[in-house]
């Protein structure tokens, strides 16, 4: 089993949707996950990362991990068409002796004007 | 600018011409990757290095080789290339493995 399971979408709302992007995962070793965001033909940048469960905002977004049912949310409020990328998932992972970050697939979302 | 330069953005070559994607960050990073993303796959780390002389392969290593003689320089090398390594290269750093990643811009590679 991946270690981190993501909604594949694409996901496609109109502008001032709230929107939840989900992903699961596997193993309970340790907490700390992360969101990426990457537009078209860029690299990721960090959206966001929490330790612990519970919810961390960050203006319009919103972070929130659920440790008993191993599922982490980004939620978007009043959604903007420049929202519109693709949103990675990320968690730490200790690997031989070393850790890393492992990521989603990936959700593409289109926001609507 | 804190940033990780990636060259060339773009590159179309031929099965078995050798290359090499070059990698350089400006933010004295000790951990630096390689991954590529591939639809429907996502990212796939395939090398990393710790420092300076110490790399390890990542989950898709087969076909790549890098090299970390200098803290900023890490290039991935590809000796011998083939079609099914046509993808989306991306280089990465950051002071610790399991902390926040910055990436470069992106190699679009196509292997013809």
């Known amino acids: 089993q991946k270690e981190v399971e993501q909604d594949p979408g694409p996901l496609s709302v109109p502008e001032g949707a709230i929107v939840s992007l989900n992903c699961t995962y596997s193993?309970?070793?340790?907490?700390?996950f992360m969101w990426y965001r990457q537009y078209s033909r860029k690299g990721p940048e960090l959206l966001m990362y929490?330790?612990?469960?519970g919810n961390k905002e960050d203006g319009r977004f919103t972070a929130q991990v659920d440790k008993s049912s191993k599922y982490i949310s980004l939620f978007i409020r009043d959604s903007q068409p420049s929202d519109s990328a693709t949103y990675l998932c990320a968690r730490r992972l200790l690997q031989g002796g070393s850790e890393k970050l492992v990521f989603g697939k990936g959700t593409k979302l289109t926001v609507n004007p | 600018e804190a940033q990780v330069t990636q060259n060339p953005r773009y590159l179309i070559t031929v099965t078995g011409k050798k290359l090499t994607v070059t990698c350089s960050q400006n933010?004295?990073?000790?951990?630096m990757s390689w991954y590529r993303q591939d639809p429907g796959l996502g990212l796939r780390q395939i090398y990393y290095?710790?420092?300076?002389?110490?790399?390890d392969k990542g989950d898709v290593p087969e076909g790549y080789k890098v090299s970390r003689k200098e803290k900023r320089n890490f290039p991935l090398i590809l000796e011998s290339p083939s079609p099914n390594q046509t993808s989306l290269y991306f280089c990465?750093?950051?002071?610790?493995?399991?902390?926040?990643?910055?990436f470069g811009s992106g190699t679009q590679l196509s292997v013809l």
């Open positions: 990465a750093s950051s002071f610790d493995p399991g902390e926040k990643l910055f």
């Open positions: 933010m004295n990073h000790e951990y």
């Open positions: 929490t330790y612990s469960s």
């Open positions: 193993n309970s070793a340790f907490q700390y």
């Open positions: 290095s710790m420092n300076v002389e110490v790399t």
